[in-house]
């Protein structure tokens, strides 16, 4: 799903971004439990700020980052150009991966931008290594029916209609 003006801002904008992100990976991280040395994929990388935070507190020997928008992984790249990291383009209901490839996968609000959220929970399935993690951070529709949601609403394009709901996501990630 293409991005309006506004919300390619939002992704755009580092120190929001940074703000915003460092927070969410040092508590996954701490949360997870997940050692350093692993082979870590990231789904829906956006600018690659939190890219960056996610090799700087985990330490990964392997991490891919992959991105929708050709015009974010551009920038990821380039702000990952001094780094291990490889940000390649990539659609989390389709990744290139082989079954049980990765330790870890981590997504930092990226499963309701899908329409087909299923297919990209059982996408992760697959190539996540038997007893490996799912790091998920999301937003569910309900935050969308809050009144800062429905306000929300008017500035970013979501799939409302199929986005995941806070239960269903539960009971489809068990």
């Known amino acids: ?5 506004f919300e390619y801002f939002l992704m755009t904008f580092d120190p929001g971004r940074h703000a915003y992100l460092k927070g969410i990976v040092k508590k996954i991280q701490v949360l997870s439990q997940l050692g350093s040395g ?3 994929l990231e789904i829906g990388c956006g600018n690659g700020v939190g890219t960056l935070l996610i090799e700087e507190l985990f330490k990964p020997s392997e991490f891919i980052a992959t991105e929708y928008d050709p015009r974010l992984v551009e920038i990821a790249q380039m702000k990952n150009n ?3 990291v490889r940000v390649e383009t990539g659609d989390a209901t389709r990744l290139r991966f082989t079954n049980n490839e990765f330790d870890a996968v ?4 990226v499963i309701h931008h899908i329409p087909n959220w299923r297919e990209c929970v059982a996408e ?6 038997p007893n490996g993690l799912l790091i998920i951070k999301e937003l569910s529709i309900e935050t969308f029916e809050s009144l800062f949601g429905k306000i929300a609403r ?7 209609d199929s986005m995941l709901r806070k ?6 990630l068990e």
């Open 1 to 5: 799903m293409q991005m309006n003006k």
């Open 38 to 40: 692993k082979k870590i």
């Open 124 to 129: 992760l399935h697959r190539v996540i290594k």
């Open 106 to 109: 981590i997504g930092l609000s």
């Open 154 to 160: 008017r500035f970013v394009e979501h799939p409302y």
């Open 82 to 84: 001094n780094s291990k």
């Open 167 to 172: 239960k269903e996501f539960l009971k489809v």
